[in-house]
T-cell receptor
Framework: SQKIEQNSEALNIQEGKTATLTCNYT??????LQWYRQDPGRGPVFLLL?????KEKRKERLKVTFDTTLKQSLFHITASQPADSATYLC????????????FGSGTRLSIRP | DAGVIQSPRHEVTEMGQEVTLRCKPI?????LFWYRQTMMRGLELLIY????????DSGMPEDRFSAKMPNASFSTLKIQPSEPRDSAVYFC???????????FGPGTRLTVL
């Protein structure tokens, strides 16, 4: 069955540095991959989507890469700020249906001033 | 647009009682998803609908759980009878594009005593 792995350990980064989060997957070749942000007590918020034929996508200070050979996506936040502190989840389209989205467990990111 | 609306925001009930959670998706979105989130298991997909029709309910944990979508603007998730292990945050999300970016509601925090 599909498996999505995100670093379960929290990531602590100094303000101004680049934060890099990893999402690995197995047993599947997704057509696209999504990244979400979740703040405590709130629902996840969609950030970026990258398709299988795209290697890189950018949005303001965010950059996502998608390596279908390594079965890995990297999520970068450049010039990180304390306000970027949150849990970040990656998600893939389900193999049985493109309508079904499977989420990783998320990585908690803390940006210290 | 008000986004996805869920009610109630908090629910505290006693074991054995019936619980009904409600969701109003974003107007125009064709897909609706119910998720459950706990610290131990992360974000789990319970069931999703396309054009008001249940497509995949394989994530529904037991027969005690049921979901309906009588029209495009309303869905319910019912637990009968509820048990303490059902305590979690339940999210409703809607998606409307080809890539099904998920728009989450604020969630219902359910506590079963």
């Amino acid at each position: 069955s599909q498996k999505i792995e995100q670093n379960s350990e929290a990531l602590n980064i100094q303000e101004g540095k680049t934060a890099t989060l990893t999402c690995n997957y197995t047993n599947y070749s997704p057509a696209y991959l999504q990244w979400y942000r979740q703040d405590p007590g709130r629902g996840p918020v969609f950030l970026l989507l990258i398709r299988e034929n795209e290697k890189e996508k950018r949005k303001e200070r965010l950059k996502v890469t998608f390596d279908t050979t390594l079965k890995q996506s990297l999520f970068h936040i450049t010039a990180s700020q304390p306000a970027d502190s949150a849990t970040y989840l990656c998600a893939l389209d389900g193999d049985s249906s493109a309508s079904k989205i499977i989420f990783g467990s998320g990585t908690r990111l803390s940006i210290r001033p | 647009d008000a986004g996805v609306i869920q009610s109630p925001r908090h629910e505290v009930t006693e074991m054995g009682q019936e619980v009904t959670l409600r969701c109003k998706p974003i107007s125009g979105h064709n897909s609706l998803f119910w998720y459950r989130q706990t610290m131990m298991r992360g974000l789990e997909l319970l069931i999703y609908f396309n054009n008001n029709v249940p497509i995949d309910d394989s994530g529904m944990p037991e027969d005690r759980f049921s979901a309906k979508m009588p029209n495009a603007s309303f869905s319910t998730l019912k637990i009968q009878p509820s048990e303490p292990r059902d305590s979690a945050v339940y999210f409703c999300a809607s998606g409307g594009t080809v890539y099904n970016e998920q728009f989450f509601g604020p969630g219902t925090r359910l506590t079963v005593l």
